[in-house]
């Protein structure tokens, strides 16, 4: 068993940053890779970002790149996600993965889920 749990969204004006983060638990959660997905009303799950606990390779959705960065922490167990020149577009509920692919296309275990809500 693998538990996420995020932190860190809330309200910020367009332009503004914010970061995520997600600490991770469970004598396993090294095996998986992590990242982020996120889901606006009304559309689908999409994925963000992902890194690896033990290299750092990482891999962003076209839609973040140069805005946001992925990032870990492996003595606090602990995946951050900055998110700088936000957007409207950004808004939605942000949750931390852990599976396994580049893209994180076998997802495992799931977070809560945090709000991030960008105005205009």
């Known amino acids: 068993q693998v538990q996420l749990v995020e932190s860190g969204g809330g309200l910020v004006q367009a332009g503004g940053s914010l970061r995520l983060s997600c600490a991770a638990s469970?004598?396993?959660?090294?095996?998986?890779?992590m990242g982020w997905f996120r889901q606006a009303p009304g559309k689908e799950r999409e994925f963000v970002a992902r890194?690896?606990?033990?290299?750092?390779?990482?891999y962003y959705a076209d839609s973040v790149k140069g805005r946001f960065t992925i990032s870990r922490d492996n003595a606090k167990n602990t995946v951050y996600l900055q998110m700088n020149s936000l957007r409207p577009e950004d808004t939605a509920v942000y949750y931390c993965a852990a599976g396994y692919g580049e893209s994180l296309v076998t997802v495992h275990y799931w977070g809560q889920g945090t709000q991030v809500t960008v105005s205009s």
């Open positions: 890194i690896s606990w033990s290299d750092d390779y990482t």
């Open positions: 469970g004598r396993t959660f090294s095996a998986y890779g």
